[in-house]
């Protein structure tokens, strides 16, 4: 059973960039699948932020695109986000989440990271 | 964007009573090559991750209790729980996958009356 991690990089200053790192236990990165950041801010919804194939191939939200990017190391089966000029709107839960093929919807996800942007 | 919204925002049921919950989207989520629904549903508890429960509006995730269903269309989809238990106390989100960027619902929160 594929299991997702998350890092914790916890405090990240405004104006600054967070940069957090998913680990891939129990599967390979190069599956095939669609690897996805989601994040969900104090006692809100969730939203999408972005996805990437192993192929390298990424989708992203176009409120956060011009901020964004997702990149993965298929030696350290891993995959990354970069979140550029954060506020304190960024301040969330965030969620590594795993696409499986043929259901498509978020079948696995990580037990989440939180980041909360703050002086 | 493909907007999803949800009804109730919460509910209160009373244990071994049934509970609803309407997912709709703004737009038809049937996909075209395979006629199947692009609509998942997810239950969160406090603290934890989101659980996906159903795919392709209906088909429901290997483990989830056959308490719960999912059903529905084009763009009105419904999550019932026939006979809540303690252990359904979340809250619930419909998720669209029809078209990027992925949205989901507000959530509705399921609590015991």
């Known amino acids: 059973q594929v299991q997702l991690q998350e890092s914790r990089p916890g405090l990240v200053k405004p104006s600054g960039t967070l940069s957090l790192t998913c680990a891939v236990s129990?599967?390979?990165?190069?599956?095939?699948?669609?690897w996805s950041w989601v994040r969900q801010p104090p006692g809100k919804g969730l939203e999408w932020i972005g996805e990437?194939?192993?192929?390298?191939?990424?989708n992203y939200n176009p409120s956060l695109e011009s901020r964004v990017t997702i990149s993965v190391d298929k030696s350290k089966n891993q995959f990354s986000l970069r979140l550029t000029s954060v506020t304190a709107a960024d301040t969330a839960v965030y969620y590594c989440?795993?696409?499986?093929?043929?259901?498509?919807?978020?079948?696995?996800w990580g037990q989440g990271t939180m980041v909360t942007v703050s002086s | 964007d493909i907007v999803m919204t949800q009804s109730p925002d919460s509910m209160a049921v009373s244990l071994g009573e049934r509970a609803t919950i309407h997912c709709k989207s703004n737009?038809?989520?049937?996909?075209?090559?395979?006629?199947?629904?692009?609509l998942a549903w997810y239950q969160q508890k406090p603290g934890q991750p989101p659980k996906l429960l159903f795919y392709?509006?209906?088909i429901r995730e290997s483990g989830v209790p056959d308490r719960f269903s999912g059903s529905g269309s084009g763009t009105d989809f419904t999550l019932t729980i026939t006979s809540l238990q303690a252990e359904d106390v979340a809250v619930y989100y419909c998720?669209?996958?029809?078209?990027?960027?992925?949205?989901f619902g507000q959530g509705t929160k399921v609590e015991i009356k």
């Open positions: 989440a795993k696409t499986d093929y043929g259901v498509n919807a978020f079948a696995i």
């Open positions: 392709w509006a209906s």
């Open positions: 129990g599967g390979s990165i190069s599956s095939s699948n669609w």
């Open positions: 998720h669209q996958y029809y078209s990027t960027p992925w949205t």
């Open positions: 737009q038809s989520v049937v996909y075209n090559s395979n006629n199947k629904n692009c």
């Open positions: 990437i194939y192993h192929s390298g191939s990424t």
